[in-house]
T-cell receptor, first 114, second 113 residues
């Protein structure tokens, strides 16, 4: 069964450093998302991406965040200058088409900022 | 702002019993609701969904009920098994509000042997 994959599973970085989280969505999907989950809290929407552009972003997704689909398979989330409060699980998700609302989630990347 | 929330943070049930997990939502215009299961260290996994024009939907051992009058959603798990132990999230989707899912805070289901 096709699945969303994410790398790395765990990323440790120092405050102020740049990180890139990588995702490979399901191959025939058209919509891509990043969510984050701070430990013990609910999953929060960050950004959605469709047709090679951001379709929506939350207030969390400030100028320090960016997304890119550099080729036909990868979808990345970049944080330019990490802060302690960026420590969280970051989930990538993808969705097939307009008629289907179901989003398939990857296993997540745990980001720890020290 | 609009939000989706859960009544109980932790639910403990005996193996074989039925479980009921509840969720309240505040956006009456939401079109679509999903229940996700999240096991420790993993991403949310789709369990079952329901559209706003339905009251009930059944899957394998799971049933979702939607009461739009009181904006309440529930997940019923029949004959709960140890493998059902996880955090369960409800999420809502509003087509007029963009592409995102809005998640509730989660309920930890613990199945006791």
């Amino acid at each position: 069964e096709p699945e969303v994959t994410q790398t790395p599973s765990h990323q440790v970085t120092q405050m102020g450093q740049e990180v890139i989280l990588r995702c490979v969505p399901i191959s025939n999907h058209l919509y891509f998302y990043w969510y984050r989950q701070i430990l013990g809290q609910k999953v929060e929407f960050l950004v959605s991406f469709y047709n090679n552009e951001i379709s929506e972003k939350s207030e969390i997704f400030d100028d320090q965040f960016s997304v890119e689909r550099p080729d036909g398979s990868n979808f990345t989330l970049k944080i330019r200058s990490t802060k302690l409060e960026d420590s969280a699980m970051y989930f990538c998700a993808s969705r097939a088409r307009d008629a289907s609302y179901e989003q398939y989630f990857g296993p997540g990347t745990r980001l720890t900022v020290t | 702002g609009e939000s989706v929330g859960l009544h109980l943070p932790t639910l403990s049930v005996q193996e074989g019993d039925n479980s009921i997990i509840n969720c309240a939502y505040s956006n009456s215009a939401s079109d679509y609701f999903i229940w996700y299961k999240q096991e420790s260290g993993k991403g949310p996994q789709f369990i079952i969904d329901i559209r706003s024009n339905m009251d009930k939907r059944q899957g394998q051992r799971v049933t979702v009920l939607l009461n739009k009058t009181v904006k309440h959603l529930s997940l019923q798990i029949a004959a709960t098994q140890p493998g059902d132990s996880a955090v369960y999230f409800c999420a809502e989707y509003f087509t007029g509000g963009g592409n995102k899912l809005t998640f509730g805070t989660g309920t930890q289901l613990k199945v006791e042997l």
